[in-house]
């Protein structure tokens, strides 16, 4: 594990918090993104433009037979969003279980 400290900075950070480590997305990630407002939605990345900074993904919806697993919303290409890695709030903890995602508990 590498760490970036900004030595120009005059006083070096203290608590974790403080600490900025920046993401890269990678795809097949399940993440955490920020939408309209304080709304969060879960997406899995499908492919990164690392020059834009940008993220294709399918968003996951709450499963309706199943309120503990999510399922794509909808299927097809037209059913990708592209998102700015800014709007990423966090990598999502879960695991796969056909025909969704669980997230951990």
């Known amino acids: ?3 970036l400290i ?7 950070p203290v608590r974790e918090d403080e600490i900025i480590v920046p993401y890269f997305p990678e795809p097949n990630e399940m ?5 309209e407002g304080q709304q969060k939605w879960l997406g899995l ?5 690392s020059q834009e900074m940008t ?12 309120c503990q697993l999510y399922v ?6 037209v059913a990708s969003n ?12 879960g695991y796969w279980d056909r025909p969704g995602w669980g997230p951990a508990e």
């Open 1 to 3: 594990m590498m760490s």
């Open 6 to 12: 900004n030595n120009a900075r005059e006083v070096l």
């Open 31 to 35: 993440v955490w993104i920020a939408w």
């Open 45 to 49: 990345i499908d492919k990164v433009v």
């Open 55 to 66: 993220a294709r993904v399918y968003f996951y919806i709450q499963s309706l037979s199943d």
């Open 72 to 77: 794509r919303e909808a299927r097809g290409t």
């Open 82 to 93: 592209t998102v700015h890695w800014n709007i990423i709030i966090d990598k999502a903890s």
